[in-house]
C-alpha cells in the first residue's frame, strides 16, 4: 500500500494536510514552513480538499482563528516557524486552555536575533510548557507520519489537546527525500470523522467558551488538563500500532537505537539523529557499544519510560539544539537528568547545545562527543557539565 | 452555596453548558446597602429602571413594584436617579 515519492518535508507535511482534509486552515506564511501553506493552498484551489483557508494577518490572528474554527467544532490545522510561533504564543495557551484538538505542522527554526531563518528548536522550545503535544521528526517520513497522527492523538476523548509535530527547518524542510504517501482514502479510514466535543456551531444547545475562571475553579481546569496530557502517553502508543498496521512503520514514545545493550548514548530530537545513527553505525563495527535515545515526543514528557531505556548506560550525553539561556546547559537536559534522578542505577550525564541556528552537525562532532562519553565511561569523571559543540571556540 | 465541585466533575474546559445561567447565580449577598421604595411616592418614571446597571429594578404592567434582592448589588444609582421632587427610594444599611 501507498506510493513512494520524492518530496521535501514540507511538501510531505503538504501532502499529509491534503489527506487529511481539515475543515479550517489559518495560518500566516513564514520561512522555513511557508511552503507547506502555499503547496496547501494550491490543493484549495485546485479543489482537492473543502478546507476553509483563512490568510489571517498575523500568527497571532492566524491561532485565533484556528482557535475560533475548532471551538465551532471543526478539525483544524495550521502551520509556522521561529518568530511566528513566538507570535502565537499567547493563543497557545487559550487553545490548550480551552481543549482544542488544532494540529500545527511546525518547521523549527531558530528565534531572533540574531536574524537566522535555518534550523534549531528554540522555536518549540519556547511552546514546550504551554499545553500542546509536542512531536518531534527526524525525516519527511517522520513528519508525514506523525501529522497524520497526531490528529487522532489530538481529538481522542481522553485527550481533547493541540498537537505540534516539528521537523528541522531546511534540512528537512526543504531537503528532498525518498518516502511513502499513504492511500487517500487509507488516511481518511484511519483518521475518521472529526470527534467533536461541545462544538459552538451546535446552535440547538448555546454555549460559552472561555469563561472567568477564578479561585474557585481554575485550578480543578489545569488538574484536568494535567491528566489530559498524562492520559497522551497511553494514547500516543495505542495510535502508533494502529499506524504500524497500516504503514509497516513503528512508532513509539522515542525511539531507541541500538541502545539495548549501549555503554554510551546520545538523546538528540529531529534530523540530528540520522547523523548520530551514521556514526553509531561506524563504532558498533569497531566494537564500541553506542546508542541513541531519540525522543519522539517531549510532551508529554515520558520521564519512567526513559528512566528505563537509559538507566542501565554509563555516560549519557543530552544534546540540545537550542539553548535555555539559563547558563546550565539546554532545555531537554534537566528534564532527561530529572527523569533518571529516581532510577536505581543511573548513568553520568552532560549536555552539549549544538547546531544553533543551522550549524551543521558533521559526523566528526558525534564522534567527538561518542569518545568524551568513552572517556566518561571508563574515568567516572565528568570534565566539562554543560557547553556548547559546533561553535568556533 | 452549594458544594464546589472536584476536578473529576468540573466540566471540560471550564465551557458554560448551560446559556443565561448568570441568572440562577445569586450575587445579592454582595450588597452592604439596600434601596427601600415608598410605593405612596412612587410616580413610575421608570428612570431606575432604565439606570439600574443590574436589571433588579422590577416593573410590572408598565408599575415599579419593588426591587430583585438576588442581583441588587445595593449600588445606589436608582435613589440617585429618582427625580429629585420625588425620592422614593432611599438607600438603608443591609441588616438593620
Ligand atoms: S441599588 Fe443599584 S442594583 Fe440595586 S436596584 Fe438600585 S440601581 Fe439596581
Ligand atoms: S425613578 Fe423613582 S419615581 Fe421613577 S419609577 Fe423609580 S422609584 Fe418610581
Redesign the interface.
Same mark, same amino acid.
Given at each position: 500500500m501507498g506510493q513512494q515519492v520524492a518530496m521535501t518535508g514540507n511538501i510531505a507535511v503538504a501532502n499529509a494536510m491534503r489527506q487529511i482534509n481539515p475543515d479550517v486552515c489559518a495560518a500566516y506564511p513564514i520561512t522555513p514552513s511557508t511552503e507547506i501553506m502555499q503547496q496547501f493552498s494550491n490543493f484549495v484551489a485546485d479543489g482537492d480538499v473543502k478546507t476553509v483557508l483563512v490568510p489571517a494577518e498575523s500568527e497571532h490572528s492566524a491561532m485565533s482563528a484556528c482557535i475560533g474554527a475548532a471551538a465551532a467544532g471543526g478539525r483544524v490545522m495550521t502551520a509556522t516557524s521561529s518568530q511566528g510561533m513566538a507570535l502565537m504564543w499567547e493563543m497557545l495557551y487559550i487553545a490548550a $486552555?480551552?481543549?482544542?484538538p488544532i494540529v500545527l505542522a511546525m518547521s523549527n527554526r531558530a528565534l531572533s536575533a540574531p536574524l537566522n531563518i535555518h534550523g534549531d528548536t528554540s522555536d518549540a522550545m519556547g511552546a514546550r510548557d504551554s499545553g500542546w503535544i509536542q512531536f518531534f521528526s527526524e525525516n519527511a517520513q517522520e513528519a508525514y507520519d506523525n501529522l497524520i497522527q497526531a490528529i487522532r492523538i489530538a481529538e481522542h476523548m481522553d485527550v481533547?489537546l493541540p498537537a505540534m509535530v516539528g521537523m528541522d527547518g531546511f534540512i528537512i524542510s526543504h531537503s528532498i527525500e525518498s518516502m511513502t504517501l499513504l492511500d487517500d482514502q487509507a488516511v481518511q479510514d484511519f483518521i475518521g470523522d472529526c470527534i467533536t466535543?461541545?462544538p459552538l456551531l451546535d446552535v440547538d444547545? +448555546?454555549?460559552?467558551? $472561555? +469563561?472567568l475562571?477564578l479561585q474557585?475553579?481554575y485550578?480543578?481546569?489545569k488538574?484536568?488538563e494535567y491528566?489530559a496530557m498524562k492520559n497522551a502517553k497511553g494514547v500516543i502508543v495505542e495510535v502508533a500500532k494502529e499506524f504500524t498496521e497500516l504503514s509497516g512503520r513503528e512508532y513509539g514514545l522515542f525511539e531507541a537505537y541500538a541502545l539495548d545493550d549501549a555503554e554510551i548514548a546520545i538523546v538528540a530530537l529531529n534530523s540530528a539523529a540520522g547523523t548520530i545513527k551514521t556514526v553509531i553505525d561506524e563504532l558498533r563495527s569497531t566494537g564500541v557499544r553506542a546508542g541513541l535515545l531519540k525522543p519522539r515526543v517531549f510532551r508529554p514528557f515520558p520521564a519512567e519510560e526513559i528512566a528505563e531505556a537509559l538507566s542501565h548506560v554509563k555516560a549519557v550525553c543530552v544534546m540540545d539544539r537550542a539553548d535555555g539561556v539559563n547558563g546550565t546547559g539546554g532545555p531537554l537536559f534537566p528534564e532527561f537528568r530529572s527523569a533518571l534522578y529516581d532510577a536505581p542505577k543511573r548513568p553520568l550525564i552532560i549536555n552539549r547545545i549544538f547546531g544553533l541556528g543551522g550549524r551543521d552537525l558533521g559526523l566528526h562532532h558525534v564522534r567527538d562527543v561518542y569518545g568524551e562519553l568513552q572517556k566518561i565511561a571508563g574515568t567516572g569523571k565528568i570534565e566539562t557539565l554543560a557547553g556548547y559543540i559546533t561553535v568556533r571556540n | 452555596m452549594s458544594r464546589?465541585?472536584?476536578?473529576k466533575e468540573?466540566?471540560?474546559?471550564?465551557?458554560?453548558?448551560?446559556?443565561g445561567n448568570a441568572e440562577t447565580y445569586e450575587t445579592g449577598g454582595w450588597r452592604t446597602f439596600k434601596p427601600v421604595l415608598d410605593k405612596e411616592k412612587c410616580i413610575h418614571c421608570l428612570t431606575c429602571w432604565i439606570s439600574c446597571p443590574d436589571t433588579a429594578i422590577v416593573v410590572k404592567d408598565e408599575k415599579m413594584i419593588g426591587f430583585n434582592f438576588k442581583h441588587c448589588k445595593g449600588c445606589g444609582v436608582c435613589a440617585d436617579v429618582c427625580p429629585k421632587k420625588v425620592t422614593a427610594i432611599t438607600m438603608e444599611q443591609e441588616g438593620k
Open positions: $486552555g480551552n481543549r482544542l481533547r466535543h461541545m444547545n +448555546p454555549k460559552t467558551f $472561555g +469563561p475562571d474557585d475553579y485550578i480543578e481546569h488538574r484536568q491528566e | 464546589l465541585k472536584s476536578w468540573v466540566p471540560m474546559a471550564a465551557v458554560i453548558e448551560d446559556a
